[in-house]
């Protein structure tokens, strides 16, 4: 069974502080990575998308990936109040058309 | 709002009763997925479309599930002899042509099965 492992949370954190929000996945064959943001009662929608290696900035978002340790990170920067809402990991598994979503993590920013 | 629709946005049903949603994605969009979402998780994946073909269909789902693409436009999820386990959220998106494209999902179908 491939898993997307995400600490459901809350995580709370100060406004104007750094959010860091981890995601592990077990199978090594994984290629492409999201992050999904969803708001309490609402649809997710997508807000990082990395395939390499490394790290990728956008804007106050920055996404993190290494392969070798099976672990993808978003950061978000100047955390604001309306950055409150559930993030949800997913992966597309190695040799599967399809993306598996974690359970995703709770987040509070405190004003 | 995505330019995703789902229709009903609510239903209630008794246990045994069959339900019928119907999504209608982005015009250009040719990949159409149906997830379910219970609270506390995230989606799960059911099924997709690439046009009107069904290529993928998740080994958790039952006989009762069914799904179709008529012509490669709108889609519906059926669900026969409905069981209290359905009620969730039922979640429909589309992307432009493949995996790696962006996902816009549509506001959702909540079902209580009573």
């Known amino acids: 069974q491939k898993e997307v492992e995400q600490n459901s949370g809350p995580l709370s954190v100060p406004e104007g502080a750094i959010a860091s929000l981890n995601c592990t996945y077990s199978?090594?064959?994984?290629?492409?990575f999201f992050w999904y943001r969803q708001y309490s009662g609402k649809s997710p929608e997508l807000i990082m998308f990395?395939?390499?290696?490394g790290d990728k900035e956008d804007g106050r978002f920055t996404a993190q990936l290494n392969k070798a340790s099976q672990y993808v990170s978003l950061l978000i920067r100047d955390s604001q109040p309306s950055d409150s809402a559930t993030y949800l990991c997913?992966?597309?598994?190695?040799?599967?058309?399809?993306?598996?979503f974690g359970k995703g993590t709770r987040l509070h920013i405190l004003p | 709002d995505t330019g995703v629709s789902q229709d009903p946005r609510h239903k209630i049903t008794k246990r045994g009763q069959n339900v019928t949603f119907r999504c209608d994605p982005i015009?250009?969009?040719?990949?159409l997925y149906w997830y379910r979402q219970t609270l506390g998780q995230g989606p799960e994946f059911l099924t997709y479309f690439q046009n009107e073909a069904q290529l993928e269909k998740s080994r958790l789902l039952s006989d009762r599930f069914s799904a179709e693409r008529p012509k490669g436009s709108f889609s519906t999820l059926e669900i026969q002899r409905t069981e209290q386990g359905d009620s969730a959220m039922y979640l429909c998106?589309?992307?432009?042509?493949?995996?790696?494209?962006?996902?816009?999902f549509g506001p959702g179908t909540r079902l209580t099965v009573l």
């Open positions: 998106a589309s992307s432009l042509a493949s995996l790696t494209d962006t996902q816009y």
């Open positions: 015009s250009e969009h040719n990949r």
């Open positions: 990395i395939y390499s290696n």
């Open positions: 199978d090594r064959g994984s290629q492409s």
């Open positions: 997913a992966v597309i598994s190695g040799g599967d058309d399809k993306i598996i």
